[in-house]
């Protein structure tokens, strides 16, 4: 007979201690890299002050695991509202580094089951920080995943829903593997001709860092190339946050030369024309972050030429699934076909105040329909 599942906080646990259990857990279940110990570790090593731990039991065994990050908010300068982000603080300059596939860790026989008894334990009986949670975000979740993470009589808010794209890599191998005869026509005039214009220069040559000190020299030149890219658009770019480089760099000494995280440097007659570090976990390739080397003709496209070598790559060497994760830009919608969609989920116990929000929020949403919009 199965043992019901039993919730129990953390606070003092040290990484030392969590990264086995972690670790275990994640050879019992089929996570993305997001919620692996290379990610979550990474990110705790970079915090100041270590959060608390979720642990869920059955039959004598973790059966899941989260980081529920405490904090408070002050609504009309009177009233605190105490709730907990699973696996991000809420700080732009820590969440910058863009978990996705967010959720909780979980044994396979309990998926499905234990993700609702989790969430209705933290918004429970739970106390994070000595106070009861009256919220819970979860950003970055699959939005196929709302239903499981919903426990009954909770209030659910939305606040955005993003789009992804992919590549099916078993699919292509089974269609003969040419990539770019599956793209739509002027996207693959695009790329070719492009390739055609670099090997002007001598040949298109995609390498991959092979060891820790190659990852970092590759790092540091993507990162130049991404935040001139970023800045000449006015925005701060990745790498302005010390955050954000603390995290690649620890990811890369922690995972490259296991196969976790791959840096890929392509040149045209040996000049780099661009850099994409790609998360790689169980056949899944994800890519993370990026940075190409723009040029005055804008028939060179170094990104979706960089990405073309790149996937018809993982496609020969047997990589089941090319993300490009979550966001609606057109090279990525180009590139791939549509993925799963993420979706931010703001999960809150019904009190006076987040009824209230609630309520509003339902009335703001109506108000800004146009009249031809459907109805949710």
Not at 1 to 28: G, K, N, V
Request: charged share 25%; aromatic share 10%; proline share 7%.
């Amino acid at each position: 007979m199965t043992e019901p599942l039993r919730f129990h906080i953390r606070a003092d646990l040290p990484q030392a201690a969590l990264a086995p259990l972690w670790r275990d857990l994640e050879s019992r279940t089929d996570p993305t890299f997001f919620l692996t110990w290379a990610w979550i570790g990474a990110w705790l090593a970079e915090l100041d002050t270590p959060p608390p731990v979720l642990i869920g039991e059955a039959d004598g065994a973790i059966v899941l695991l989260a980081i529920p990050f405490p904090y408070h908010r002050i609504e009309a300068g009177l009233i605190r509202v105490h709730g907990a982000r699973l696996h991000t603080t809420g700080a732009r300059d820590q969440d910058v580094i863009a978990i996705e596939y967010n959720g909780f860790l979980v044994d396979r026989a309990w998926i499905g089951r234990a993700e609702r008894a989790a969430v209705a334990y933290l918004l429970g009986p739970a106390r994070l920080a000595g106070r009861r949670c009256d919220e819970l975000h979860i950003v970055a979740a699959r939005e196929a995943d709302r239903e499981k993470l919903m426990p009954p009589g909770m209030l659910l808010q939305i606040p955005s829903v993003k789009p992804s794209w992919r590549v099916d890599l078993a699919a292509l191998r089974v269609s003969g593997g040419d990539y770019l005869g599956t793209l739509h026509a002027n996207t693959r005039q695009q790329i070719r001709r492009a390739m055609r214009l670099y090997e002007h220069a001598g040949p298109l040559v995609a390498k991959r860092a092979a060891d820790a000190a190659t990852g970092r020299a590759y790092l540091d030149a993507l990162a130049e190339l991404h935040q001139r890219q970023w800045t000449a658009r006015g925005e701060p770019g990745g790498f302005a946050f010390p955050f954000f480089v603390r995290f690649q760099r620890r990811l890369v000494e922690t995972c490259l030369e296991a196969g976790g995280v791959e840096l890929l440097r392509v040149t045209a007659g040996g000049q780099p024309i661009g850099y994409l570090m790609n998360l790689v976990h169980r056949g899944h390739v994800m890519a993370f972050v990026s940075g190409f080397r723009f040029e005055d003709d804008p028939k060179l496209k170094p990104g979706l030429v960089c990405h073309a070598l790149a996937i018809a790559r993982h496609a020969a060497e047997g990589a089941r699934c090319y993300d490009f994760l979550a966001g609606a830009t057109r090279y990525k919608a180009n590139l791939g076909r549509p993925g799963p969609e993420f979706a931010y989920l703001l999960i809150q116990r019904p009190t006076f105040m987040t009824r209230a929000e609630w309520a509003a929020r339902r009335v703001w949403t109506a108000l800004r329909r146009t009249p031809g919009d459907a109805p949710d």
